[in-house]
């Protein structure tokens, strides 16, 4: 098992510390890996080769139920949380309970962050853009993967 990349957001707090004391990049990303597919671990991968590490920012069964609705998440935070870190492109993880990243942003001040070509920086949410901004982060929006989503694999599996 991969429990021991599964960190509180003060251990993470604590390892960019001690990554930038060492002159190297954090990557920060998140979201609900609810059904892992290729074009997540597409994306994963590509943040991962932002930096020398990549930390993923888990939304927690709460969270999920309030972004996606009452069927979601279908697969429970820890077990989520447990195969996004046996990725090999994925160095830690943390579970977060916020609808938006704000506060763990503002915790791990990540060098750099990426999102999926969903955003454009602008679309951002304004408390986590000036959170990145106030951390110097660098925010990257990274390509989808045409026809890779949660959300399609679920109608796909209704309508079969």
């Known amino acids: 098992m991969h429990r021991g990349r599964i960190l509180t957001t003060e251990a993470l707090s604590g390892i960019r510390d001690d990554m930038a004391r060492a002159g190297q990049r954090l990557v920060f990303t ?14 994963l991968q590509q943040a991962r080769d932002l930096g ?3 930390a993923v920012g888990l939304n927690s069964d709460r969270s999920v139920r309030e972004l996606k609705g009452d069927g979601r998440p279908i697969n429970a935070e820890d ?15 943390v579970i977060f309970d916020g609808k938006r990243a704000t506060d763990i942003l503002r915790a791990v001040r990540p060098h750099v962050y990426a999102k999926g070509g969903d955003y454009t920086p602008e679309s951002l949410d304004p408390d986590e853009r000036a959170v990145l901004a106030a951390a110097d982060a660098e925010v990257r929006i990274l390509p989808l993967v045409p026809g890779r989503s949660t959300t399609a694999a679920l109608e796909r599996m209704r309508n079969r």
Do not use: I, P, T
Not at 30 to 43: E, P, Q, S, T, W
């Open 79 to 93: 077990d989520r949380a447990e195969v996004v870190a046996a990725l090999g492109c994925v160095d830690y993880v």
């Open 30 to 43: 998140n979201g609900c890996f609810d059904l892992l597919h290729a074009g997540h671990v597409r994306y």
């Open 52 to 54: 020398h590490a990549l």
